[in-house]
C-alpha cells in the first residue's frame, strides 16, 4: 500500500512539473474524478474536449486552418474558446442564468477551472452540479453540437 501511494505521489510530481495547465496543477490524486463523467457519451467526450482545450471551436480549428476565422459563431467579436462560449459570450446571457445564479449563492468563482469540475477543492455534490447545469447549458444553446 506505501509503494503504491509513493508511486501515485511521483506520476502526480511528474505530470506537474513543467506543465502550466490548471487541470494538472490544481490535481491532488491520480485517476478519475467520478463527476467528469455523464450517463450519455455525448457529453462525456464534450466535456473532455473542453477540459482538455482540444475541441472544434473556432478559435482552436484556426491555428491549424488559416482559412478559419477564430471568431464566435455567434456574438462574432471575440475569438471563439471555451472560455469565451460557456463564460463571456453575450449572445448567451439568458441561458448562463442558472449557472450564475448557483456560482453567486454558493460563492463560487465564475472560472472555467470551477466551471470544468477541475477544481478538487470542491465537494463531489457540488462539482455534480456544476456539470449538471453546464450540461443543461450545452443543451439547451446547442453548443454542444459544434464542440
Known amino acids: 500500500m506505501q509503494l503504491k501511494k509513493y508511486l501515485e505521489k511521483k506520476i502526480l510530481e511528474e505530470l506537474k512539473r513543467g506543465n502550466d495547465k490548471p487541470n494538472l496543477q490544481l490535481r491532488t490524486k491520480t485517476g478519475l474524478h467520478n463527476w467528469h463523467n455523464c450517463k450519455a457519451r455525448k457529453f462525456t ?3 473532455f474536449r473542453l477540459r482538455t482545450g482540444h475541441n472544434r471551436l473556432n478559435g482552436h480549428l484556426s491555428r491549424f486552418n488559416k482559412s ?3 471568431n464566435c459563431q455567434d ?3 471575440d475569438e471563439e474558446t471555451a472560455e469565451h462560449v460557456l463564460l463571456q459570450c453575450k449572445s448567451w446571457i439568458p441561458e448562463r442564468g442558472e449557472i450564475n ?3 453567486h449563492t454558493h460563492n463560487i468563482q465564475p472560472e472555467l477551472t470551477n466551471l ?3 477544481n478538487p477543492s470542491f465537494p463531489s455534490k457540488t462539482q455534480f452540479n456544476i ?3 453546464l450540461v443543461k447549458y450545452l443543451r439547451n444553446t446547442r453548443i ?3 464542440i
Open 101 to 103: 445564479h448557483y456560482f
Open 45 to 47: 467526450r464534450t466535456l
Open 75 to 77: 456574438c462574432h467579436r
Open 131 to 133: 456539470t449538471r447545469l
Open 116 to 118: 470544468l469540475g477541475l
Open 68 to 70: 478559419i476565422n477564430p
Open 144 to 146: 454542444i453540437y459544434r
